[in-house]
């Protein structure tokens, strides 16, 4: 599938009253695609996919065309968008305990998954602790150091063990037996089925 291919189908699943924060609509990607601008028309089909939640489907072709530019950090991030299309995910702010105090050494960068376990409250039937496994993906472009707080997206290895979780609940992650931080639910968000 050629680039101007892929992104012209992603528009097609972009409806034309949605906006970006700037205001920009699919017209404007349209526009953009007229004139050659690939990364542009990228960046604002994405904006427009987190105004309003898409399908697998628009993020493997967004994945594509990023894929034909050689943005293999863009490609990364629209497959981890794919799936949680696929599988549901949740937004949260993860605070890593400082190395002194037992937390991790080195921090986690982003558009490097990990998959750190969770204490998500639940239980085994004789009450011990029955850990969650999710990936976790820092949003932005700076890496989330020992000690300090960021934003994170969750993307759970069993979804219905998550489903009970709700904006403001607060987890625990392991990556060994004591915890390495905590993290407050700032969003849960269903998978997209079909084209909205």
């Known amino acids: 599938m050629d680039l101007d291919s892929s992104l012209l189908k992603a528009a097609q699943f972009c409806a034309p009253h949605i906006r970006t924060e700037a205001g920009a609509s699919v017209s404007n990607a349209l526009e953009y695609l007229k004139h050659g601008e690939w990364e542009m028309v990228l960046l604002l089909l994405e ?11 628009f993020w493997d072709l967004l994945a594509d065309a990023a894929r034909a530019m050689w943005l293999e950090s863009d490609v990364a991030w629209y497959e ?26 080195v921090p986690i960068l982003p558009g490097k998954g990990l998959r750190p376990m969770w204490d998500i409250g639940r239980r085994t039937p004789e009450g011990e602790l029955s850990i969650s496994i999710a990936f976790l993906w820092v949003e932005g472009h700076t890496p989330l150091e020992p000690g300090r707080c960021a934003p994170v997206r969750l993307l759970p290895l069993t979804p219905e063990h998550w489903r009970h979780l709700k904006s403001s609940d607060v987890i625990t992650m392991h990556e060994t037996r004591p915890p390495s931080g905590t993290a407050r639910i700032i969003e849960v968000m269903p998978p997209v089925v079909g084209a909205p």
């Not at 794919?82 to 890593?96: D, I, K, T, V």
């Not at 305990?97 to 991790?104: A, Q």
Request: net charge negative; charged share 35%; with cysteine.
């Open 47 to 57: 904006e427009l996919g987190d105004a309003r939640p898409q399908p697998p489907e």
């Open 80 to 105: 981890w968008r794919r799936s949680e299309a696929w599988n549901g995910a949740l937004r949260a702010e993860l605070c890593l305990l400082p190395t002194e105090e037992g937390g991790r050494k």
